[in-house]
């Protein structure tokens, strides 16, 4: 039986949890109220995921190992790019099993998520072309033939559509089932009919960076960013880390410290019971010391004062 549906939401936090196929850390960086939706599809062994975000935003993409995942921007409007790579409408992006990448968006994004077990997409290749289709062993961005590309597309926005305006049709057993081939097939053939970019070796180390950058990250708690600390810790000059923040997040290491903190900071507000808590308590909370300055930061981020967020979580509590 088909699972399918679709959702909005009013917080990065909400959005990201409910996208289940994969863990997503997303932090927006410019102002405006965040407005997510999301519309997924799930049968057999096959999940269909699209995600639609109105404000840019950095995300930190952790994959389970046992699913192989193709990802790709979903409409030719958004940008996207994966790992410092910028990526057209018609590209993918075969993940590797588990792996953990860095995701950016500079305005609105509209971004698709295939993915199934390794073993049904390897047993499914075989019977179509004869050769076994498995995860990279390092994620890789591939472009396939225009035709196979566009088919994929057309039949993964169709899909969306069903699952989003006529869910009476597509719980039927067999047109679900029907769907679920279809996507297989136009998978497959957007696997084999293409070229892989590979990455450079300069780019799978910048990767390895920015991952332990991402680790390092998330046991600091000091309120301001020691970045030769940082590099040494994680074992890398700092102009090269330098290089992979601008490649990979469009801003430095210290810049992203601080938008992590701030959205944070930003999710506990939204959640707070405004009658037990205050602005200066969820600031001290998320390492920011001097609340005149953290007020300036966040409202430069955000487009409004902390205690303006924590007048809405009243207004709801209420």
Known sequence: MAEHGTATFASPEDYSAAIGAARLSLFVTAGGDFNGRLTWLNVGGLHVV?????????????????????????????????????????DFVFHSLGERAHQRTDAEGVWGLISLPPEQLAACSRALTGQSIRPPS?????????????????????????????????????????LEQELLHALVNCLTTGSAAESPRRRRRHSDVMIRFEEALAARSEPHLNVSQLCAAIGVPERTLRQCCAEFLGMSPTRYYLLRRLNMARAALRRADPKTTSVAAIARDHQFVELGRFAVAYRAVFGEMPSSTLRRARSKAE
Do not use: M, W
């Open 50 to 90: 699209r995600g639609r975000e109105n404000i840019p935003r950095i995300g930190f993409l952790v994959l389970p190992p046992a699913q192989a995942i193709i990802s790709f921007p979903a409409s030719g409007e958004s940008s996207f790019a994966y790992c410092g790579v910028g990526l057209n409408f018609g």
């Open 138 to 178: 390092q994620g890789q961005v591939t472009r396939p033939a225009h035709d196979a590309a566009k088919g994929l597309l057309g039949l993964f926005s169709k899909v969306c559509r069903l699952a989003e305006n006529k869910r009476a049709l597509i719980a039927n057993p067999e047109v679900a089932r029907a």
